[in-house]
């Protein structure tokens, strides 16, 4: 057998595609690769245009080919952006399944003469156990993106219900803590208040009656008794006391009116002396509530309201509840330096209660806002805030099943969303 007849059986019998094209896209030569799937051998093909055998590919063929005898270089289609090209089927080795073929096609200049393209060969190579492979591993891929995004949102809710539970059980704990502290506490400052009380009611009967000597001894106008008298007030200071034991026992009262005040937040906050649960109005509530603020809000604060109606009435503790609106709305007021508004929003859905308090105050730091519900936590100057609020509007609104964010920018102001679901009397535990 010559050389040409060897090249000629291997050409015929190659796993690959080869067709030769002349300039009018006439069909020169196709192997038995072409010839086995459409049925048609070379004898029969030579001289056919390649376009007319594959109309609905023309264009693209078309335009891949003139390339070549354009421009005397090869040109290629690869199965990412052109899979199907000729519809060819293609078998699985292993599992048999017919799937259409997926093709990387090559187009070469093959007889060159005078830097003129005579002839261009397309070799097509099957790439279906290729193309099978990266988009298996492409889907494979985007499974397993998808698996991550969603990990990544359920870690996102797991850390936030942990961070929920530790603030919940900081609560409790705080909240069993509060109520020892405020029982031991309680009876002491009872009698050290009525005791100053007593003192300031006696210290005031001993200065009039001291003042009572005073004119008694100057009115006998004996100089050695004036004279004693003058050198025992300076000798004890006498001018001074008169003005500074008053306002020693006024503070002190005043300090002991403040610790009274935390223990009753403190009895509040660990749910001693609770009110009754019953059903309300959340409206009537906040407005009773603002009436009580009044005297925060009257002179540099603008209320404003957005009240869905109807509204329904939401089974609650509702002092207690009127206790998380006016330590809010006090807050608020607090907050905002000469001019500003507050707005208060109210709505409802089919499950739940959604009040929004916003303020146009200083705002609230970023590193501050993970802190404001642990108990004494306060951004208050020293001696203007007890740290107790907030912690109890916490627990406030935890203890009807609800929840409470805030959202603050510094210079712009502050919001807090509470969120209170319409619970019924058998989803609380009420006492009997």
Not at 14 to 29: A, F, H, K, S, T
Request: charged fraction near 20%; proline fraction near 3%.
């Amino acid at each position: 057998m010559t050389t040409l007849a060897v090249l000629e059986n291997l050409t015929a019998k190659l796993p690959l595609g080869v067709c030769v094209l002349n300039e009018q896209l006439e069909i020169e030569y196709w192997n038995d690769f072409f010839a086995d799937r459409l049925n048609i051998s070379c004898d029969q093909v030579k001289g056919q245009n390649l376009l007319t055998l594959f109309p609905n590919e023309a264009k693209y063929l078309k335009k891949k080919i003139n390339s070549v005898f354009v421009l005397n270089n090869a040109s290629f289609s690869y199965w990412e952006h052109r899979p199907h090209v000729f519809l060819f089927s293609s078998s699985r080795p292993i599992t048999g399944e017919e799937t259409l073929m997926y093709q990387n096609i090559e187009f070469i200049p093959l007889h060159v003469s005078n830097n003129v393209v005579k002839t261009v060969c397309m070799i097509v190579q099957d790439v279906t156990e290729l193309a099978s492979y990266y988009q298996g591993k492409k889907q494979l891929s985007e499974e397993l993106a998808q698996e991550h995004s969603a990990l990544l949102a359920l870690n996102t809710k797991l850390e936030a219900a942990q961070n929920q539970l530790l603030q919940a059980d900081k609560m409790a704990a705080i909240g069993q803590l509060a109520a020892g502290v405020a029982h031991e506490i309680n009876n002491p400052i009872g009698f050290i208040h009525s005791n100053l009380q007593s003192l300031q009611d006696y210290s005031s009967k001993l200065l009039n009656l001291i003042s009572f000597y005073e004119k008694v001894v100057n009115k006998t106008q004996n100089k050695t008794f004036i004279a004693l008298q003058q050198e025992m007030q300076e000798r004890s200071q006498y001018s001074f006391l008169r003005e500074d034991m008053p306002e020693l026992i006024n503070e002190s009262i005043t300090g002991i009116d403040r610790v009274t005040d935390i223990i009753k937040n403190l009895k509040v906050f660990s749910h001693v002396d609770s009110s009754e649960w019953q059903h309300a109005n959340i409206i009537e509530g906040i407005e009773n509530t603002l009436k009580i603020a009044n005297s925060q809000l009257k002179y540099n604060v603008e209320v404003h309201r957005e009240f869905q109606q109807p509204l329904p009435a939401l089974f609650c503790q509702p002092m207690q509840l009127n206790q998380v609106f006016l330590n809010l709305i006090v807050n608020s007021a607090q907050a905002i330096d000469g001019k500003g508004h507050i707005y208060i929003k109210v709505s409802a859905s089919s499950t739940a209660l959604v009040i929004e308090i916003k303020d146009t105050g200083c705002g609230i730091s970023e590193s501050a806002q993970r802190k404001i519900f642990e108990p004494f936590y306060t951004t208050k100057p020293v001696g203007q805030g007890t740290g107790l609020g907030l912690s109890l509007s916490y627990s406030i609104v935890q203890k009807h099943k609800g929840s409470i964010v805030v959202s603050s920018e510094l210079d712009v102001g502050t919001t807090f969303i509470i969120t209170l679901p319409l619970l019924t009397p058998s989803d609380v535990e009420t006492p009997s």
